[in-house]
């Protein structure tokens, strides 16, 4: 049978597609903007009619009419990472969480501790040789589909078909659904003065040559909006987004200097602009792989001079920082942090990067702490912490005693909190 045969022998509509899952199934959901509207739509429709079925994703952008406290006995939403569609279920506990490193979540689909029944996905149209790319969110999804009873794609002529391991053949998918909406766009955070100034003391030591991993948030944006002048930088991250663009365009990004797959951007999710996502079709500069390729520590590490800039929520004198939670209440999730953190370690000439502001509500709160609060989810251990960044200074940890972490974390606290953060100290016998 030919591949157009195939194709058509598997198209139905949303609602037929969504018969396709039994009571207890566990579905995989690719990342943000891969997660497919029709089919999740038909499954809001239809939730009342099942028992026991969880929708698993690392991070929900919509709030589909199944993220419902009512109804989670039918479909329940199991969150890898939280957002804003999914947080304030988080909070209340109807939300389920699974705490991993984001590069681990394939080898967890591979072993079955982390069910793979069904895969909802979007993906580009097939090309000639049958085969679909799911470039806006390969991470932990290409695993599911090897392992999973059904894969049901959402085929939107939006979707780029992007090159890398990212790809699902006609022979592998049970049924398939067709959709013309735009993908959803995700703009850039706004970015105030606090953020700009974090952003030039990181800008400042990222030299010509480097290979960048960018997380989300303003502070990330603001020091990729600072590089627009450094020449052949490289891309090695978990997601590419406009601000990765920026760079390209500006002519800062070559891959030239990359010592591990060079001439390539390369990453394991796509968050932006409709832009954004023309770049990546087709694009021979860019490939899109699974997560536990991209955030292998191993393997990015293989990149000499590689920056890692990631955000945390608050942090202690000893430089644990607590990234995903604002104490015992679920804010986010472990995701890439801690993988790149470490990458960047491994890294010949590598530097990795924790940026935040130095305070919270308005200056009444101080984010560097004697210790983290209670009941905080820790992200990046004392061990890996190298660079920490705030609008006050950079303070640098690794190989430094406890005593000289705390020197150099109340360094680049906010003035009005040093005198106190000196006293806990001294209390602490860290000073």
Not at 87 to 99: C, E, M, T, V
Not at 162 to 168: P, T
Not at 229 to 234: E, M, N, P, S, T
Request: one cysteine or more; glycine letters at 8%; proline letters at 6%.
């Amino acid at each position: 049978m030919s591949h157009q045969n195939q194709y058509q022998a598997r198209l139905r509509s949303a609602d037929d597609a969504i018969a396709l899952i039994q009571n207890g199934d566990f579905i995989i959901v690719p990342t943000g903007v891969g997660e497919p509207p029709a089919l999740l739509t038909a499954l809001s429709e239809q939730r009342r009619r099942f028992t026991d079925v969880k929708v698993a994703q690392i991070l929900a952008v919509r709030k589909f009419g199944y993220i419902d406290p009512e109804t989670v006995d039918n479909v329940r939403h199991v969150a890898f990472f939280y957002g804003a569609a999914t947080r304030p279920g988080g909070k209340a506990g109807w939300i389920d969480f699974i705490p991993s490193y984001f590069s681990e979540m394939p080898s967890l689909i591979e072993r079955g501790q982390i069910p793979a029944d069904v895969v909802l996905s979007m993906a580009s149209p097939m090309d000639q040789h049958g085969y679909f790319s799911l470039s806006l969110g390969a991470d932990y999804t290409m695993a599911a589909v090897a392992r999973a009873r059904a894969v049901v794609l959402e085929i939107n002529p939006n979707v780029p078909f992007a090159y890398g391991n990212c790809h699902v053949h006609i022979s592998q998918v049970t049924a398939l659904v067709e959709s013309s909406e735009p993908v959803m766009e995700v703009g850039l955070p706004k970015i105030g003065p606090v953020q700009v100034a974090i952003g030039k003391y990181v800008a400042d030591m990222i030299d010509d040559g480097s290979t960048l991993q960018i997380g989300y948030g303003g502070i990330p944006d603001a020091v990729v909006m600072q590089l627009t002048h450094k020449h052949d930088l490289g891309v090695h991250t978990e997601m590419i987004g406009d601000g990765i663009l920026t760079l390209v365009e500006s002519g800062a990004i070559t891959n030239r200097k990359k010592t591990y797959l060079p001439g390539k951007s390369v990453a394991t999710f796509a968050l932006g602009s409709k832009k954004l996502y023309q770049f990546l079709d087709r694009n021979p500069a860019l490939e899109i792989h699974p997560v536990d390729f991209t955030n292998d520590p191993y393997l990015a590490a293989k990149n000499d001079n590689l920056i890692a800039i990631n955000a945390t929520l608050q942090i202690d004198l000893l430089g644990q920082c607590g990234s995903e939670s604002l104490g015992h209440v679920p804010y986010s999730g472990t995701g890439g942090q801690a993988d790149f953190v470490r990458a960047a370690n491994r890294s010949r000439g590598g530097k990795a990067f924790i940026v935040l502001p130095s305070t919270a509500q308005n200056d009444q709160l101080t984010r560097i702490v004697p210790t983290l609060s209670p009941g905080t989810h820790m992200s990046t251990s004392k061990n890996d912490i190298n660079y920490v960044v705030t609008e006050h200074g950079v303070a640098q940890l690794r190989g430094k005693s406890a005593k000289q972490r705390a020197q150099e974390m109340i360094s680049i606290a906010h003035p009005d909190f040093r005198a106190e953060l000196t006293e806990a100290a001294r209390k602490m016998q860290l000073l």
